[in-house]
């Protein structure tokens, strides 16, 4: 952070007379001869005056012995974030102000005009934006040599998520809702499904060690791995959905050809039945072999059971019990995509309800 750091006190010993009550203004090399406040950053890990094209110092004394110096620092300080809610988090960091030689006895820090001390205006953060700040004052004892004054300014800075949704969040979105677009392709089409699958799991892979490496490395889970590896899940389901698909499909059909093997039919009328599905079990040997001339949908709807005469009163359905549900759902797998055209955008549209109503 760069910043204006403006030190106000009062020298009698520097006062001079004038007529028209004007202050002279001096560069750095005054400062070197002249008492000045030892401040310094507490929590510093890197700062440095700017010197281009001469040393930013200011100091400027009034004909009272009042001085203002001024001087342009940057300043890297250490701020203990808490990552769980990253990049969703707001943070709470301070700078803090101390002399380094002076004890309490002899120097006092204090605001000048309180919170109008301070003016972050033009304080501009390349990811977070400044909701927030305050100073306050206090004491800070060393064991060794006393206490000490201590000034501090306390800034709530929330960080900037937009970076994040166009490099994390909207690419995770798009490859999840490319994985449901399988469920619409034809589940004999293999080659077509498994190289959507595989190249759509790849590339969560991809994205999530792109954001792993770019984040900061602590211990627990933040947000933004909850919403990568939940969409990797659903990435990951949508190759295993077409992998019972295909599986529940192949066990289906040769369950089909070994009942027209049975049956005695020759390869001409075992083509003629291919691609008719029903909800009902068809009887082949009720199929005579001089039909092969008819429609053989409309022969099986034909042929199940003989016609019976209307029942007068109430006509009641069983109920299918779960297990009777799922071995229907295996005998005609084409259901399960279905299903999935449902489920899958659905689920995933409750999760990211849940994970931004948390977050944000």
């Known amino acids: 952070m760069t910043l204006y750091l403006r030190h106000y006190w009062k020298d009698e010993r520097l006062a001079f007379p004038s007529s028209n009550n004007l202050s002279r203004t001096f560069d750095g090399r005054l400062v070197k001869k002249i008492w000045k406040p030892d401040v310094f950053f507490v929590h510093s890990k890197r700062s440095f005056i700017h010197d281009t094209t001469m040393e930013n110092i200011m100091l400027r004394v009034y004909p009272d012995g009042n001085i203002l110096y001024s001087v342009r620092i940057t300043v890297t300080s250490l701020c203990s974030m808490d990552f769980s809610r990253f990049p969703l988090d707001t943070q709470n960091c301070s700078l803090e102000l101390e002399s380094y030689a002076y004890a309490?006895?002899?120097?006092?820090?204090?605001?000048?005009?309180?919170?109008?001390?301070?003016?972050?205006?033009?304080?501009?953060?390349?990811?977070?934006?400044?909701?927030?700040?305050?100073?306050?004052?206090?004491?800070?004892?060393?064991?060794?040599?006393?206490?000490?004054?201590?000034?501090?300014?306390?800034?709530?800075?929330?960080?900037?998520?937009?970076?994040?949704?166009?490099?994390?969040?909207f690419?995770?979105?798009?490859?999840?809702?490319?994985?449901?677009?399988?469920?619409?392709?034809?589940?004999?089409?293999?080659?077509?499904?498994?190289?959507?699958?595989?190249?759509?799991?790849?590339?969560?892979?991809?994205?999530?060690?792109?954001?792993?490496?770019?984040?900061?490395?602590?211990?627990?889970?933040?947000?933004v791995d909850i919403y990568l590896w939940t969409s990797f899940l659903f990435v990951f389901l949508s190759v295993i959905e077409y992998?019972?698909?295909?599986?529940?499909?192949?066990?289906?059909?040769?369950?089909?050809?070994?009942?027209?093997?049975?049956?005695?039919?020759?390869?001409?009328?075992?083509?003629?039945?291919?691609?008719?599905?029903?909800?009902?079990?068809?009887?082949?040997?009720v199929f005579p072999l001089s039909d092969l001339n008819t429609d053989p949908c409309m022969s099986s709807q034909n042929s199940t059971t003989p016609d019976l005469p209307p029942v007068l009163g109430t006509r009641l359905r069983r109920r299918r019990s779960i297990r009777q549900s799922v071995n229907h759902i295996m005998n005609n797998s084409y259901k399960i995509d279905s299903y999935s055209r449902i489920f899958f955008p659905l689920a995933y549209f409750l999760f990211n309800i849940i994970y931004w109503s948390i977050y944000s």
Not at 132 to 153: D, K, Q, V
Not at 186 to 197: I, K
Not at 276 to 281: A, E, L, N, P, S
Request: proline share 2%.
């Open 171 to 223: 690419p995770t979105m798009l490859m999840v809702v490319l994985s449901w677009v399988s469920f619409w392709i034809d589940r004999r089409a293999v080659p077509a499904r498994v190289s959507l699958g595989i190249t759509t799991v790849l590339t969560m892979s991809t994205i999530i060690t792109g954001v792993s490496a770019s984040m900061p490395q602590v211990s627990y889970v933040k947000a």
């Open 243 to 285: 992998a019972a698909v295909n599986y529940f499909t192949t066990k289906e059909e040769m369950k089909k050809l070994k009942q027209l093997k049975l049956s005695g039919y020759d390869a001409s009328q075992a083509m003629a039945f291919d691609g008719c599905f029903h909800d009902q079990d068809i009887e082949l040997s």
């Open 104 to 169: 309490e006895s002899d120097l006092m820090l204090y605001w000048k005009n309180g919170n109008d001390s301070l003016r972050t205006d033009e304080i501009a953060l390349s990811q977070f934006f400044i909701e927030e700040f305050h100073p306050s004052h206090g004491l800070a004892l060393y064991s060794s040599t006393g206490w000490y004054n201590r000034l501090y300014i306390n800034f709530i800075l929330r960080r900037h998520i937009f970076f994040f949704m166009l490099q994390t969040y």
